[in-house]
């Protein structure tokens, strides 16, 4: 059977072939996956914020996708894998609710992890191959590391395959 | 005062239970009376959770269920978040509305359930009234003054709609702060649970006014 591995939010992991990395219910939150193809290594990351900077306490390199991206690499790198053939998928990055009333700095928090992550991919040359990004619906993913495919789960929207 | 979540000692944790237990009651009392129902509060508890452990708190993160979220304004800020399991959801709204509750989708596959605009909107005033009750014991115990807004309501996945106001403490450090208090007719025909979540800017002033720092 094949290793199932959770992600939780603002965590990060990966696995070799056949395992597979799940993280479930991502709202605004974004799931970076990138996959070595030729050594079939996966990583997969649950980013809650856009950036690193300017928050005092930044330790935890999961939860920003600037340093998200930065650290997947590495890591993967440590198992074998080449980042030139590493590409990436994206999901999440939902609006759940109408924020009606407040005009803060999380608004459209989405959107801004969707942007600030592509920008972290396009700063590391990984190319962004699928994305399945915004809505206002939540989304659980599935990286298979035998294929690299990217299963997306949601209540009431279907499944699908990117 | 420098207020960190990881390093809250007892003292305070039971004040904020206490913030609980009060709002919460006069929550209890309203939903009570919506329903025509007993309604009963468990004690209130004060969650410190991990981000990576959101489903300890409900079920799991990618459980169905109805999550009605509002902010609230004036000298403290934060948002409440009234979450129903799938079950207590659908045995609500037939109490409310009176009628079968009938899923607008395929009804085969429960996944694919959603809420109808009156099913949605009765969840909303629902929270609304709460969300009044409780913010008005609080605002009358600490002098505070506290206004909230509509509601708006998602029917999705436990973790996308915690995510929401567990992202606010994102910029803090690894643990988010709800209190939390579960009400319940004393089976589980209806079961809810009322996060209060305080901003953490908001908990220094909720402290001071109740003289505690």
């Not at chain 2, 037939?94 to 079968?100: A, E, K, P, T, V």
């Amino acid at each position: 059977m094949e290793q199932i591995i959770k992600v939780g939010m603002a965590d990060l992991n990966i696995a070799k072939a056949p395992g597979i990395l799940t993280t479930l219910g991502l709202g605004s939150c974004v799931a970076i996956a990138l996959y070595d193809r030729k050594q079939k290594i996966g990583g997969l990351a649950h980013i809650m914020l856009p950036s690193s900077k300017n928050i005092k306490r930044n330790e935890n390199k999961a939860k920003f996708a600037d340093t998200a991206v930065e650290y997947l690499i590495e890591k993967m790198e440590s198992l074998g894998a080449d980042i030139n053939d590493i590409t990436a998928k994206i999901a999440g990055g939902a609006q759940m609710f109408a924020f009606k009333n407040k005009n803060n700095d999380l608004l459209r928090i989405g959107e801004r992890n969707v942007a600030a992550t592509l920008k972290a991919l396009e700063e590391a040359k990984i190319p962004v191959i699928a994305q399945d990004t915004g809505g206002n619906y939540g989304r659980t993913v599935e990286l298979y590391t035998e294929d690299g495919t990217l299963l997306i789960k949601t209540i009431g929207k279907g499944i699908k395959r990117i | 005062m420098n207020f960190e979540i990881e390093s809250l000692d007892e003292m305070y944790l039971d004040v904020l239970k206490e913030i609980g237990n009060i709002g919460a009651g006069n929550a209890a009392t309203s939903l009570s009376k919506i329903l025509g129902k007993k309604i009963d509060m468990a004690v209130p508890k004060v969650n410190i959770i991990k981000f990576n452990e959101v489903e300890e708190i409900v079920g799991g993160a990618d459980t169905l269920v109805a999550g009605v979220y509002l902010e609230f304004t004036g000298d403290i800020e934060g948002t409440i978040m009234f979450i129903l399991d799938e079950k207590s959801t659908e045995n609500m709204i037939n109490i409310l509305l009176n009628s079968i509750w009938v899923p607008t989708d395929n009804s085969k596959n429960k996944n694919t359930k959603g809420l109808s605009e009156i099913e949605a909107s009765a969840l909303e005033e629902v929270a609304n009234i709460l969300s009044a009750a409780y913010l008005g014991s609080l605002s009358t115990l600490t002098g505070l003054k506290i206004m909230h807004s509509v509601p708006d309501i998602a029917f999705d996945m436990l973790g996308a709609i915690l995510s929401v106001p567990m992202i606010e403490f994102g910029q803090f450090g690894e643990h988010a702060l709800f209190i939390e208090t579960e009400l319940s007719d004393g089976s589980d025909y209806i079961k809810g649970y009322f996060f209060l979540i305080p901003n953490i800017e908001s908990y220094p002033i909720i402290l001071k006014s109740l003289g505690v720092v």
